[in-house]
């Protein structure tokens, strides 16, 4: 039997990041996989839903062009060449990273999933192999709702809408979170009707209302129908597509699609792992329990990414990686407990998030102070007639340090980082303030929402 310093279960984005540093310390890995090479992000995530997004915004702008003085006398979406196109860029990406981690020195590459045989073995196709640290790397999967007849209706989840063949006629979304509003927004605008229903009471249920509302807003101007406070009771197939049955209002109401995309949240993938021949700890979601440098219950077994439910995003799946490695090998300190919240929705405009939202502000027992600006009043948004949004800052009166912001418009998803890195550095907000910034720009901005800074109410 083989035996490896490290067996690495799955290629999520950690992977890159921390194996070939592993590979540089003399260690003799093993990598598993069955699937595409990249994980979530690169196959199913970031990098096709952000390329689709790409398209769809270039074809909002096209459509708008008049606006800006520009008058486009043709205009079609080929939506053929825009599902070319992500699937170029995402193949070509899972592609890329199999064959560098297929001729790196001291990885041996099993193209099958790992099954756990005891706390040291794993099979891999019909050999098994040995680790004495092994890497549980296997990411999340869409959920499927416990709803009735959705096991016989054609349904759609992130990964089978981008094998899309042909543009929907008319595309029904069941959940008014991130994949909801992305898919929905950029479907719209490549030409298709759009319906999103959601159980709640607003859309995007995690964030204020007030971002929720306007986001709902954008949406609805751009001729997207939601749906709220629908709490689905059945599917249906029906000739020529499906028919949503739900309950709003004490009152029952349906409609009908030709496609239907379910985006109702993930769960760990775990089931190929055998995990119960480890008896390994997980929790109530099925998530592997970990302490904060990714241990196990087992404490030569780590668990990085999704499947740890520590965080939901690429960026928290590398920084996994970077713990994992500081750990394994005692050259750093870092905790995933050190990591501040942060992350973008990628509608467009984008949101841009860190650190506390005001509800959770709200619900702390800190004295909170807050300002806010909409889009509209700043230079930046007007010029490029992209107004929507809202800069939301919240901080700490007693500490004067940064408690998170919200940038809900034009470059909220880049210009969330500036926030991000000074948070970390625990200086005070009047610090901030001083910085001179870039006119005319959306960041030039922020000092001075700082100015408006006032106790909740």
């Known amino acids: 039997m083989k035996k490896y310093d490290v067996i690495w279960i799955g290629t999520g984005q950690a992977t890159g990041e921390t194996v070939p540093k592993l590979a540089k310390a003399g260690k003799e890995i093993a990598i598993l996989e069955g699937g595409p090479f990249g994980g979530s992000c690169v196959n199913f995530g970031c990098t096709p839903t952000k390329t689709l997004v790409a398209s769809a915004r270039d074809a909002h702008m096209v459509r708008r062009s008049s606006d800006f003085g520009v008058n486009v006398e043709d205009f079609s979406v080929d939506f053929d060449r825009v599902m070319?196109?992500?699937?170029?860029?995402?193949?070509?990406?899972?592609?890329?990273?199999?064959?560098?981690?297929?001729?790196?020195?001291?990885?041996?590459?099993?193209?099958?999933?790992?099954?756990?045989?005891?706390?040291?073995?794993?099979?891999?196709?019909?050999?098994?192999?040995?680790?004495?640290?092994?890497?549980?790397?296997?990411?999340?999967?869409?959920?499927?709702?416990?709803?009735?007849?959705?096991?016989?209706?054609?349904?759609?989840?992130?990964?089978?809408?981008?094998?899309?063949?042909?543009?929907?006629?008319?595309?029904?979304?069941?959940?008014?979170?991130?994949?909801?509003?992305?898919?929905?927004?950029?479907?719209?605008?490549?030409?298709?009707?759009?319906?999103?229903?959601?159980?709640?009471?607003?859309?995007?249920?995690?964030?204020?209302?007030?971002?929720?509302?306007?986001?709902?807003?954008?949406?609805?101007?751009?001729?997207?129908?939601?749906?709220?406070?629908?709490?689905?009771?059945?599917?249906?197939?029906?000739?020529?597509?499906?028919?949503?049955?739900?309950?709003?209002?004490?009152?029952?109401?349906?409609?009908?699609?030709?496609?239907?995309?379910?985006?109702?949240?993930?769960?760990?993938?775990?089931?190929?792992?055998?995990?119960?021949?480890?008896?390994?700890?997980?929790?109530?979601?099925?998530?592997?329990?970990?302490?904060?440098?990714?241990?196990?219950?087992?404490?030569?077994?780590?668990?990085?990414?999704?499947?740890?439910?520590?965080?939901?995003?690429?960026?928290?799946?590398?920084?996994?990686?970077?713990?994992?490695?500081?750990?394994?090998?005692?050259?750093?300190s870092r905790k995933i407990d050190d990591r501040i919240l942060i992350y973008a929705l990628y509608m467009d405009p984008p949101l841009g998030r860190v650190g506390m939202s005001e509800k959770m502000a709200r619900e702390s027992d800190k004295n909170v102070l807050m300002a806010t600006l909409p889009m509209e009043k700043v230079s930046r948004a007007i010029e490029k007639d992209e107004t929507s949004g809202m800069i939301k800052l919240l901080v700490d009166a007693d500490s004067e340090q940064f408690l998170g912001a919200a940038i809900f418009g034009t470059g909220g998803d880049e210009l969330i980082s500036t926030i991000a890195i000074f948070m970390y550095s625990k200086q005070s907000w009047k610090t901030f303030q001083q910085a001179v910034l870039p006119h005319p720009t959306v960041g030039e901005m922020l000092p001075f929402v700082l100015d408006a800074l006032e106790p909740l109410k």
Not at 134 to 140: L, S
Request: with cysteine.
């Open 84 to 332: 070319q196109r992500q699937n170029e860029i995402r193949h070509n990406n899972s592609k890329g990273l199999e064959k560098w981690l297929t001729d790196m020195d001291k990885v041996n590459v099993y193209k099958h999933y790992g099954r756990f045989i005891d706390e040291h073995t794993v099979q891999a196709g019909n050999e098994t192999i040995s680790g004495e640290s092994i890497v549980i790397h296997t990411g999340a999967k869409a959920r499927e709702p416990e709803i009735p007849g959705l096991d016989v209706v054609d349904w759609l989840d992130n990964v089978r809408l981008l094998d899309l063949k042909e543009r929907p006629e008319h595309l029904l979304i069941i959940g008014g979170s991130y994949i909801g509003l992305e898919f929905g927004q950029a479907l719209s605008r490549f030409g298709c009707e759009v319906t999103i229903l959601d159980k709640g009471s607003q859309l995007i249920f995690r964030e204020d209302k007030d971002i929720a509302d306007t986001a709902q807003k954008i949406l609805q101007n751009e001729g997207v129908a939601v749906e709220l406070n629908a709490a689905i009771r059945e599917v249906k197939a029906v000739d020529g597509g499906v028919r949503v049955i739900y309950r709003q209002n004490e009152e029952q109401k349906s409609v009908q699609g030709s496609h239907l995309l379910v985006g109702a949240g993930r769960r760990p993938n775990t089931d190929f792992l055998n995990l119960k021949a480890i008896d390994i700890e997980t929790d109530k979601r099925g998530h592997i329990v970990v302490n904060n440098v990714g241990q196990t219950s087992i404490s030569h077994i780590y668990a990085l990414g999704d499947v740890n439910g520590k965080g939901a995003f690429t960026h928290t799946s590398v920084n996994d990686g970077q713990v994992f490695w500081d750990h394994y090998s005692e050259k750093g």
